[in-house]
């Protein structure tokens, strides 16, 4: 036995001095080190699963691969489990076999030979990995639940030594604002899980549904669980439309506790988190006597942060939420419990005597300080009961309680002071994690939240902060991406949001930092496209969407795919692949339909881009502006007579100033008879983008004498909405080489001292 043992650690360390062919291991996340070796191993029907004896998760580590394999071949494979370690690996046989010499917790070492596999591991988690590997090896058909025949059932020969970058490796899902079952719920840990996430932080309350069952307070469920009804479109739509019917759900205790055995047997950790002491309006519906006004409260129906929250005044909101918790410790076996703690108003607290009295018998200086109250009251129950917790970053406000663990949400800075304090800190900024945000043009995309994540910003991610020193940085346990459900209410949604932008944070919370290669993860993850697909999960194309830029009168289109082809119409027809390829700039000579899609493998994987140019008099003619835009360019500087409309959603061709008139004066360039001048605005008031108060234009010849030609105020009873709204002057054929626009901002709102923006995309001139 140990003479087999050696032999193949010798291949370990000879094989250094092989090449490393990376091109053959297409597997997400990518390896810490991988050799090829000649030939392959094939799975047949009569191949042998060995797993050692007496030891049950390893048994459910084979069994699962079993379960895997069986599905995709349908093979009904034979386990046999071994009492010591076989002195020779059998041929057609593929081993699991606990090894001590495997230092990572989480490693394994994967030897893919042409007679036999052997997977070796400290622990079953490791080996389990080696099986995700090893699955994953076989090729992109052992992602399918259902038999394919037509496939070759090899794995390329070779030998893989891997373990996690991070041990914290997590992905989230809100079920409060949107209701998944459990099933589906089975289904997410199942795709965590292939991509090597430990951590799956559930999250089960908020104000739009209580969704966990507590024995002890049956109408949390009963009346937190259910709202009246839900907002229709975003929350920033005005006025704001709502569905009509009831929207109900919850996890009884013992679905969660089969939801967390399944996840066991997948060595996924989960978190689950009981928000407070804000967004809590579902729990206070139902019990009102905890919330400082007493009630009547309602379980939310639309989106946002709300100004009801538990009373920190009362004692009876602590031996409420100590029996909440108790329950909740019972039933989940992990060291954390996340507690929620942000985005808590004060408003209530401020006006509430309890609460008053709470900070003066406890001398305490403010409401910050009554929330860091609050949640050390939290942690110490919390600790009762053998746990830990864990919160989001507005826990350090007012104080972090000791052993807290933060979730750094806003940024980096809670996470980099946390490690400061020498605690933990989960890494999870908007800027990177938040999967509920935009991955494409938004535009093109289903309704979101807002925000923009492509997979290759996910992919660029570094968890540690650059300004960490070496013992700091050993605090930041990893990170997690987050799936917030208010405008994702279907599992194929969530599918949506979280692929492949998952697959990039697998890379980074696993892979070691220098193997990380942008160009290499997007070749592999053409591959796992096809695995992705298989296993039928809905992830989105977007990475396919094409691109377009128009610039001195030609279209140029490009995709994040290098290997994509782009095939392109100006007819408003669909692109087919005999439609014309886009391989250099396209000239337009007139307003014209464009339509482009990208081509791979004779189908096109994407959307097709529809955009509309405005080929006018004015095009890619200078002008001057009394202030320029910062942060809302358009993209290039002569952004108002590009060509190039803005859309809904979108703001790639919208040009924004905040609190400053727009005052173009475009030069023609030699005097030309104008028929019509018209212009879009944008209106997003809940982004504080206003209409004008009035349109103004003027014309010259010489630059310095400008004559009014038309102006038009704007009225503003519609104030609210999301919406394009166009103007536009007659001038008859009047002549002149300078045109003046000027476009009089709303001004500061009233009542508020916040500053308003002024969107225009193009100054048309016919
Ligand atoms: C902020 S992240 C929230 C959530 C929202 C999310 C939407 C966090 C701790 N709070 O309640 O769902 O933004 O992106």
């Known amino acids: 036995m140990r003479r087999l043992f050696l032999f193949t650690f010798l291949l370990y360390s000879t094989s250094k001095s092989l090449a490393q062919v990376s091109t053959v291991v297409t597997v997400i996340p990518q390896p810490v080190q991988a050799y090829v070796r000649e030939g392959k191993f094939e799975l047949k029907p009569t191949t042998r699963i060995h797993f050692p004896q007496g030891k049950a998760d390893w048994a459910t580590v084979a069994q699962y691969f079993m379960g895997i394999a069986q599905a995709s071949t349908g093979f009904q494979l034979t386990g046999i489990p071994y009492q010591t370690v076989p002195t020779s690996l059998r041929e057609n046989g593929i081993y699991f076999i606990p090894d001590e010499r495997i230092e990572q917790s989480e490693g394994y070492q994967l030897e893919i030979m042409p007679l036999f596999v052997a997977i070796r591991a ?142 066991r047997q997948r060595f996924i950790t989960i978190i689950p988190e009981i928000e407070m002491p804000g967004h809590a309006s579902a729990a206070l519906a139902a019990y009102p006597e905890l919330g400082c006004t007493g009630g009547p409260y309602k379980v939310a129906k639309t989106w946002g942060v709300f100004e009801d929250v538990f009373c920190a005044g009362n004692d009876k909101t602590f031996e409420f939420l100590a029996d909440v918790l108790k329950e909740v410790c019972a039933l989940f076996p992990g060291e954390y419990i996340h507690i929620g703690g942000d985005e808590c108003p004060k408003t209530r607290w401020k006006a509430c005597p309890k609460c008053q009295k709470r900070i003066s018998t406890e001398k305490l200086k403010n409401e910050d300080q009554l929330q860091s109250y609050f949640i050390r009251r939290i942690s110490e129950i919390v600790a009762r009961y053998g746990k830990k917790i864990i919160g989001w970053d507005e826990i350090l406000e007012g104080g972090l309680p000791a052993g807290a663990t933060v979730m750094s949400w806003r940024g980096n800075d809670g996470g980099i002071a946390a490690t400061k304090a020498g605690q933990y800190a989960i890494m999870c900024p908007t800027s990177h994690c938040y999967f509920d945000y935009y991955q494409s043009d938004p535009a093109q995309e289903p309704l979101a939240i807002g925000g923009f994540l492509t997979v290759q910003r996910v992919y660029d991610y570094e968890p540690v902060p650059a300004s960490l020193t070496a013992e700091e940085a050993r605090f930041i346990l990893g990170a997690q991406g987050n799936v917030w459900t208010e405008y994702i209410s279907t599992p194929e949604q969530v599918e949506y949001m979280a692929f492949p932008r998952a697959c990039a944070l697998s890379e980074v919370l696993w892979t070691p930092a220098n193997k990380r290669a942008p160009g290499d993860f997007m070749r ?32 140029s289109l490009s995709t994040a795919d290098a290997q994509a082809q782009i095939k392109y119409t100006l007819d408003g027809s669909d692109p087919k692949p005999t439609s014309p390829g886009m391989y250099s700039p396209i000239p337009l000579s007139k307003t014209t339909t464009l339509k482009a899609a990208a081509l791979v493998d004779g189908k096109f994987p994407g959307r097709i881009l529809t955009v509309r140019y405005v080929v006018h008099k004015a095009l890619n003619k200078p002008y001057t502006l009394s202030t320029q835009p910062s942060q809302y360019s358009g993209g290039e500087k002569y952004a108002l007579t590009n060509g190039s409309i803005g859309a809904l959603r979108s703001w790639y061709h919208w040009v924004g100033l905040q609190d400053a008139d727009f005052d173009p004066v475009i030069d023609l360039e030699t005097i030309t008879p104008i028929q019509k001048i018209s212009v879009n605005f944008l209106v997003g008031t809940g982004y504080l983008i206003y209409p004008p108060r009035s349109i103004e234009v003027f014309t010259s010849n010489d630059g310095e004498n400008f004559a009014s030609v038309g102006k038009r105020e704007i009225p503003v009873n519609e104030l609210v909405g999301n919406r394009i709204e166009n103007v536009s002057f007659n001038l008859n054929g009047i002549g002149a080489r300078y045109v003046k626009l000027v476009a009089q901002r709303y001004g500061p709102l009233p009542g508020s001292n916040e500053k308003t923006w002024l969107f225009l995309d193009e100054i048309m001139v016919e």
């Open 122 to 263: 400290r622990t079953a988690a490791g080996a389990f990995y080696g099986a995700q590997t090893l699955r994953q090896m076989f090729g992109p058909s052992m992602g399918s639940s259902t038999p394919t025949k037509d496939s070759a059932w090899t794995a390329a020969a070779c030998i893989i030594t891997d373990y996690p970058r991070f041990s914290y490796r997590g992905m989230h899902l809100d079920v409060s604002r949107h209701f998944f079952p459990v099933t589906f719920i089975k289904r997410y840990i199942d795709l965590l899980a292939t991509h090597k996430f430990n951590r799956f932080h559930w999250h089960l309350t908020d104000d739009q549904g209580w969704r966990i069952e507590i024995k002890k307070y049956p109408r949390l469920h009963q009346i937190g669980g259910c709202r009246e009804e839900t907002l229709v479109g975003h929350a920033t739509d005005a006025p704001p439309r709502f569905d009509g019917k009831p929207y109900c759900g919850y996890y009884t205790q013992e679905e969660i506790r089969e939801v967390v055995e399944y996840a």
């Open 524 to 555: 592999r993850l053409r591959n796992h496209f096809r695995f992705l697909e298989n296993m039928g999960v809905n992830y989105a194309r977007s990475y396919y969407d094409v691109k377009a830029t128009f610039n001195g009168g030609y279209v």
